[in-house]
């Protein structure tokens, strides 16, 4: 299994790899007065929302549709308040792969998560966050830029971004430094429009893409968010475009994967962990 790793790793060191999160990077991540898992997937998302209780099964399927569906009944402050509350006053556990990423100093991270594991992990490193925006009137881009000077973050207009600093771009939000999340069905809507219409990447993005190789960590594909993201910010990938870290992938991830030209490794972030030589605790591996 380590052999599989090699050319990940190297290419990630050479900053040829960009990993790119999904909700199983935060496998094992738990509260630290409750012990309870913080809710990351879409199932787990839906039933912290609804106080732990299951909704229809409509509104089930996806936790873009129990957004929406909260948003419509109680406000788009309700949504917020849950989300802020989830990520942002909850104190977590700290994940040994957040924790690893930060100390490679990578120069260039997706993350598709909302949490707050990998600034708390870089916050006393110089870098740059890209936040995904939604549905702002106005808006001449669907993203706000801000840069860290290893203390606090100041917003900054792209062409102000220093070249030099490494990039963490998380495209559906964050509650940090102020709370953007794209959640809800309409959220959506206008955030993957706009991102096939180039207006929710940064040009700084754009211009150190072409070529670059994706490492999925914990991102399954079964749903058409997840893969139309993975499609336009991974837009002018090389070839291989990456990997993909799935143990036990379905057919219409073989297949979508194979499309845009990822090859699998039927591995978990723990292998990949241990592979890079960072102990991992039980409670961390998943089956992404």
Do not use: C
Not at 181 to 202: C, K, N, Q, R
């Amino acid at each position: 299994m380590s052999t599989d790793f090699e050319p990940i790793l190297s290419g990630l060191a050479e900053g040829r790899v960009v990993p790119f999160l999904g909700p199983g990077a935060l496998a094992g991540v738990t509260s630290t007065a409750t012990g309870e898992t913080m809710p990351a997937d879409s199932h787990s998302l839906i039933l912290a929302l609804n106080n732990g209780q299951p909704m229809s099964p409509k509104l089930m399927f996806e936790f873009s549709r129990a957004a929406m569906h909260v948003e419509l009944k109680r406000g788009r402050s309700a949504l917020t308040k849950f989300l802020d509350k989830t990520y942002r006053d909850t104190a977590w556990s700290p994940s040994a792969l957040h924790l690893w990423l930060a100390e490679q100093g990578f120069p260039y991270v997706v993350d598709t998560n909302r949490d707050t594991q990998l600034q708390l992990a870089m916050a006393s490193r110089p870098h740059t966050l890209v936040v995904g925006l939604a549905r702002m009137a106005g808006a001449e881009h669907r993203f706000k830029v801000f840069q860290s000077d290893g203390k606090d973050y100041a917003p900054v207009s792209p062409d102000q971004v220093d070249s030099r600093l490494p990039v963490l771009f998380k495209p559906v939000g964050s509650p940090l430094p102020e709370a953007s999340y794209i959640a809800s069905d309409a959220d959506f809507v206008d955030y993957l429009t706009e991102l096939m219409g180039g207006f929710a990447i940064p040009g700084f993005i754009k211009r150190r893409r072409p070529g670059l190789r994706y490492l999925l960590l914990g991102l399954r594909l079964n749903r058409d968010t997840e893969r139309m993201l993975l499609s336009e910010i991974g837009y002018a990938a090389g070839s291989p475009a990456g990997w993909a870290l799935i143990p036990s992938p379905t057919d219409k991830e073989r297949r979508f994967l194979e499309r845009l030209n990822y090859r699998i490794i039927p591995a978990d972030v723990g292998d990949f962990l241990a592979a890079a030589g960072v102990p991992v605790p039980a409670a961390a591996r998943q089956a992404a």
